[in-house]
C-alpha cells in the first residue's frame, strides 16, 4: 500500500502552530515511507474562510519546507460529491431527516443541563411515520440530516500513536448531524464529518495524522466509513501543544502561528526543526539540530509522545542561534536587509560591507530582528545611550580618545589598533578597559557589542578620520 497523507487546514487564520506541526509529522511521514502528502483546503466555512489566509497557509507550509505532491483540493469544490454521500446515506436509511425545530432542540439542551447531563439529541424523529414527515412538510418545517448512532456499539481502532481505543456510540452525543438545515425536499451543506469521510475517501487517504482534539471525531468518522462502505485509514493522533503552564497552547500565548515566528525573526530551519521536537523524540543519533530531511528517513510514531508537548522558547531560542550562527555574511545580510530596509535605516553602503557587518552581528543574534537594532549604530549616527554618556564624561577617558585621534595610524588594522589602546591608556593613566568602553561609546552609543576592533575597523576603514571618536570629544 503506498502511503497518503493529508493535512487539511481551515483557511480561517494563518497557518497555526499546532496545524504546522501536524503537517511537519504527516510530511515526515510521508517521506519515510515513499507515500505523497497533499494539502486539502477545508474552506466550507464561507463566512468566515478567506483566499488570503490560504495563500498564506500555503507560504507558510512552503516557507516549513514542506512540499506537497499533489495539487491542493479545495473542500468547496467538491460538494457534490458530498450531496451525492449524503443522498446515499439517506436511501440506504443509514440517516434520515430530522425536523426538530431550533426551539426544540433548546428546549432539549437546557432540560440536560437542567438535569446536569452531558448535551445530546434525543432521536426523536429517528423512526418518523410518514405521516408525520408529511405533516411536518406541510408546515414548510427545513431539516437537517441526521446519521444514525447505535449507542450499544463499540467503535475500536487501533491508534498509531495511542494504542488500542475504543470509544462507546453512546458518547457521540445521539444521532448526528450531517447536514445542515435546509427545506425538506433538498439537502443542506455537508457537516465536518462528512466532508472529511468524502474527501478523504476521495483522496485515498491512507493515514491519517491530526491533533489529539479530533479524537471524539474519529469516532464518528469510523462509522461514516463503515456506512459508507468504504475501509477506514490508519489514524495517529498527536499530542497538543502546551503553554509554559501545560494549558492547551492559544492566542492569549503571544506567538501562535508560523507568520508569528516568521516575523520575529525565525529561520524556517530552526522552526521546522523545532517543531519535530514538539511531540517526537528523535533517535539519539539524530541529535537534537537536524533538517526535515535528516529527520525523515527515521521517523515512526512509535516515538512520538502520548503526552503534550510543552513549548519550549529556550530550545526553540537556542536552535535559532545556531541556525543563524551558521549562515555566512551573505546569507545573513540577504536575510537582514529587508528589516532594515523596513526599519527605515540607511542601507546604501556597498554590497561587501554589509556583508561584513552581518558576519561581525552573526555570533550575537538569536532572532534575526535582533540584527536590527544591533545593526543601528552601524547604518546611522548612534545615539549615545545613559551608561556612554557617562563613560565619556570620564575625564581620562576622553584624554585617552584625544590622544588616540592624534596618534591614530595611517594604516587601521587589529594589530596597530591595540597598541593604540594600550598607549592611549598609559598616556591617560588609566586601565584599557576604560579606554576601549569609551571607544565603544564613541562608535556605536552604547557599550555592549560586537567585538570593538572589528566595530572600529567597519566603521572608519583604513587610514581614515575617526568622526564618531571626534563628535564625543570635548
Ligand atoms: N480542518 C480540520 C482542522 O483544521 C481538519 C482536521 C482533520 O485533519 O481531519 O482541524
Given amino acids: 500500500m503506498s502511503v497518503r497523507v493529508r493535512i487539511a487546514p481551515s483557511p480561517t487564520g494563518n497557518l497555526h502552530m499546532g496545524t504546522a506541526r501536524t503537517a511537519v509529522f504527516n510530511w515526515l511521514f510521508a517521506r519515510r515511507h515513499g507515500g505523497r502528502f497533499l494539502v486539502r483546503i477545508e474552506d466550507t466555512d464561507r463566512e468566515r474562510s ?10 507558510g507550509l512552503r516557507w516549513l519546507g514542506l512540499d506537497w505532491d499533489e495539487e491542493p483540493v479545495f473542500q468547496s469544490r467538491r460538494s457534490r460529491d458530498h450531496q451525492e454521500a449524503i443522498a446515499a446515506l439517506l436511501a440506504n436509511g443509514r440517516a434520515y431527516r430530522c425536523y426538530a425545530t431550533e426551539a426544540e432542540l433548546n428546549a432539549m439542551r437546557e432540560a440536560r443541563q437542567a438535569a446536569h447531563q452531558a448535551p445530546r439529541y434525543d432521536n426523536r424523529h429517528r423512526n418518523l411515520s410518514p405521516e408525520r414527515i408529511a405533516a411536518f412538510h406541510k408546515e414548510g ?11 450499544t456499539q463499540d467503535i475500536l481502532w487501533q491508534d498509531m500513536v495511542r494504542g488500542p481505543m475504543r470509544w462507546q456510540g453512546a458518547d457521540l452525543g445521539g444521532d448526528m448531524v450531517i447536514a445542515r438545515r435546509a427545506p425538506a425536499d433538498r439537502i443542506g451543506d455537508p457537516l465536518y464529518n462528512l466532508a472529511v469521510v468524502v474527501d478523504d475517501i476521495a483522496m485515498g487517504i491512507t493515514h491519517v495524522i491530526r491533533g489529539e482534539d479530533h479524537i471524539a471525531n474519529t469516532a464518528k468518522q469510523l462509522l461514516l466509513y463503515n456506512a459508507l462502505g468504504a475501509p477506514p485509514p490508519c489514524f495517529a493522533h498527536t499530542p497538543l501543544i502546551l503553554n509554559k503552564e501545560g ?5 492569549r500565548d503571544g506567538v501562535t502561528s ?17 517543531m519535530c521536537l514538539l511531540g517526537w523524540s528523535p533517535p539519539v543519533e539524530l541529535g537534537e539540530r537536524f533538517g526535515l530531511a535528516d529527520a525523515a528517513p527515521v521517523f515512526g510514531f512509535d516515538r512520538v509522545n502520548k503526552a503534550g508537548g510543552r513549548f519550549d522558547w529556550d530550545k526553540l531560542n537556542w536552535l535559532n542561534s545556531q541556525a543563524l550562527h551558521a549562515m555566512d555574511g551573505a546569507t545573513l545580510r540577504n536575510a537582514l536587509l529587508p528589516r532594515w530596509q523596513q526599519a527605515g535605516l540607511d542601507t546604501s553602503q556597498p554590497l561587501a560591507w554589509q556583508e561584513q557587518l552581518a558576519a561581525l552581528l552573526g555570533p550575537s543574534l538569536v532572532v534575526l530582528q535582533d540584527g536590527v537594532e544591533q545593526a543601528r549604530p552601524f547604518l546611522g ?7 556612554s554618556r557617562a563613560q565619556l564624561q570620564i575625564e581620562a577617558c576622553q584624554a585617552a580618545l584625544h590622544y588616540i585621534l592624534q596618534h591614530r595610524p595611517r594604516t587601521f588594522n587589529a594589530a596597530a589598533a591595540k597598541e593604540l589602546l594600550t598607549a592611549a591608556a598609559r598616556a591617560a593613566g588609566v586601565r584599557k578597559g576604560v579606554v576601549m568602553k569609551g571607544v565603544r561609546a564613541a562608535l556605536l552609543g552604547c557599550l555592549h557589542g560586537p567585538d570593538l576592533l572589528l566595530s572600529w575597523d567597519l566603521l572608519h576603514g583604513v587610514g581614515e578620520d ?3 571618536l571626534r563628535a564625543v570629544l570635548r
Fill in 50 to 59: 478567506q483566499p488570503a489566509f490560504t495563500d498564506s497557509i500555503l507560504t
Fill in 141 to 151: 418545517r427545513h431539516a437537517v440530516v441526521r446519521f444514525r448512532i447505535d449507542d
Fill in 247 to 251: 494549558r492547551k497552547l492559544s492566542k
Fill in 258 to 274: 508560523i507568520a508569528d515566528f516568521q516575523a520575529l525573526g525565525y529561520t524556517a530551519a530552526a522552526v521546522s526543526n523545532y
Fill in 381 to 387: 549616527p548612534p545615539e549615545l545611550d545613559d551608561a
Fill in 466 to 468: 575617526d568622526p564618531r
